[in-house]
């Protein structure tokens, strides 16, 4: 069932940003929290004439209230690139665990439905391929991804132990490698890196010798998926991404095709603990909420591609390949 009232923290990020518009579009009135760590408030300024919409500026591992209803809790508060968490591994940690807290305790007090976005990433450098959701990882945790990947993984346990002991609606999704436009340049990821690489003519920096592999879902893709586990009484874990595997290598040549750039390849150090496959299996996001991605790797590149050469001030001819 559809929500009539959502909270949806981490609301002013990339994905959060989305999910907000795509609620509000649904007729769902949305409170969003953010603390503007690595979100902004630019990415829902559409949003704020909207009487349905309002902006919180919220640091949820304090004290957090919302009066009146609320239907649904959608906890997507946190760093989630690896620049972001290695320069605020404190708070990553932190709003992982009593931000978690914070928001089911939320959630139990309104009787809401809550949703965690959890992360391919409790899956470390996995030793299964494609990833199942019954398979129970491989991470470092003492390596320097571990406050992000241990964040998740505590967020998990936390739900759960809220379902098992207080009742409480909840359902987990765990997100594989998302991308689109509202992405930061600087964020760090392959794709915003490689397409802000490609469009100003440096060099596409590939980590390691490229052959690791990924597997991107479009933003619009997930936010759907999303939605479908929030409407459902599924209570997961759940993946919700693209099977569609390609290696980091491949994602660069394309990028580099797609904006029909001349920008060399060049390879540099592979991070500590960067996984060398991700791929989901999505067979149960297809069997229980009748949902898979539909935007191929290609299409959806495209569109980021426009937007990057949009936000970078970029001349046509730097997108002639879009």
Known sequence: ?????????????????????????????????????TGSPDNVAHLMGNSAFRLVECDLTGFVHV???VDLVLHFASAASPVDYLRHPIE????????????????????????????????????????????????????????????KRFAESLTTAYRNSHGTDTGIVRIFNTYGPRMRPHDGRAIPTFIRQALSGEPITVTGDGTQTRS???????????????????????????????????????IRGLTGSSSPIEFIDRPADDPAVRRPD?????SR??????VEAGDGLRRTIEWFADKLSETPKAVAGR
């Not at 999505?282 to 297809?286: D, H, I, R, V």
């Open 1 to 37: 069932m559809e929500a009539r009232r959502a909270v949806v923290t981490g609301g002013a990020g990339f994905l959060g940003s989305y999910l907000c518009e795509r609620l509000v579009e649904r007729g769902t009135e949305v409170i969003c929290m953010d603390n503007f760590l």
């Open 67 to 69: 009066s009146g209803d």
């Open 92 to 151: 990553t940690l932190k709003v992982g665990s009593l931000g978690t807290l914070h928001a089911l305790g939320l959630a139990r007090e309104k009787g809401a439905r809550f949703v965690l976005a959890s992360t391919s990433e409790v899956y470390g450098d996995p030793l299964e391929h494609p990833q199942k959701e019954g398979y129970w990882g491989n991470v470092n945790p003492v390596g320097p991804r571990s406050v992000y990947d241990e964040a």
């Open 216 to 254: 991107i879902c479009y933003v619009t893709d997930t936010v759907e998926g999303i939605l479908a586990m929030a409407d459902s009484d599924f209570e997961g874990p759940v993946n919700i991404g693209n099977p569609a595997e390609l290696t980091m290598l491949e994602l660069a040549e394309t």
């Open 282 to 286: 999505t067979s149960l996001a297809a």
């Open 289 to 294: 909420l009748g949902w898979k991605a539909q």
